[in-house]
């Protein structure tokens, strides 16, 4: 199976700052990524599919990049909404597979 | 528009069966691949598997075949997870998503979660 290996771990920032998020793929997935948020007690929601595409209704902060074995979740300004855990699937090859997921927390 | 809808909390004692559902609404559900992921407490996603309604094809994860099943009924719109033997390591949320697209693919819809608790 494909390892996903996501980085860091949790991150502490503030309301407006620039915050990047790595994925690393143990292999090439090609644009087979996607990335998730998740608020406690909620579902995962998902915001970037095919490693750059903004999903409809997924505000313009949140960006994607990458393709291959390198992948990049970039949130330009953050909101207070936007501290939460987040995660990157590869959907290139089954298994589908996590990464380990980022804990964004308020600095 | 689309729905996922989860079935309830479940507590059950280990070596007890289960069988929870994921009902879904808005959309064509043989057409649709469904999948399932699981959050142990306090823990990230694990990907179980993904099932096609409209032939029951199914794609396990490795760390999952045989733990499981994976099920529909596309009279009702359902997709199902079953165990027929629970262990205190199944406890855990469990979320069922509907797969869109082809290439990329991606998981736009998810059902709310259900709560499964196994206790000795």
């Known amino acids: 199976a494909i390892q996903m290996t996501q980085s860091p771990s949790s991150l502490s920032a503030s309301v407006g700052d620039r915050v990047t998020i790595t994925c690393r793929a143990s292999q090439s997935i090609r644009s087979g990524l996607g990335w998730y948020q998740q608020k406690p007690g909620q579902a995962p929601k998902l915001l970037i599919h095919?490693?750059?595409s903004l999903h409809s209704g997924v505000p313009l902060r949140f960006s994607g990049s990458g393709s291959g074995t390198d992948f990049t979740l970039t949130i330009s300004s953050l909101q207070p909404e936007d501290f939460a855990t987040y995660y990157c699937l590869q959907d290139y090859n089954y298994p589908y597979t996590f990464g380990q997921g980022t804990r964004l927390e308020i600095k | 528009d689309v729905q996922l809808v989860q079935s309830g909390v479940e507590v059950k004692k280990i070596g007890e069966s289960l069988k929870i559902s994921c009902k879904s609404s808005g959309y064509t559900f043989r057409n649709y691949w469904i999948a399932w992921v699981r959050q142990a407490p306090g823990k990230g996603l694990e990907w179980m598997g993904i099932i096609y309604p409209d032939d029951s094809d199914a794609k396990y994860s490795p760390s999952f075949e045989g733990q499981v099943t994976m099920s529909v009924d596309k009279s009702i719109s359902a997709a199902y997870l079953q165990w027929d033997s629970l262990k205190a390591a199944d406890t855990a949320f469990y979320y069922c998503a509907r797969q869109t697209g082809t290439n990329p693919t991606y998981f736009d819809s998810w059902g709310q979660g259900t709560l499964v608790t196994v206790a000795s």
């Open positions: 095919g490693a750059v």
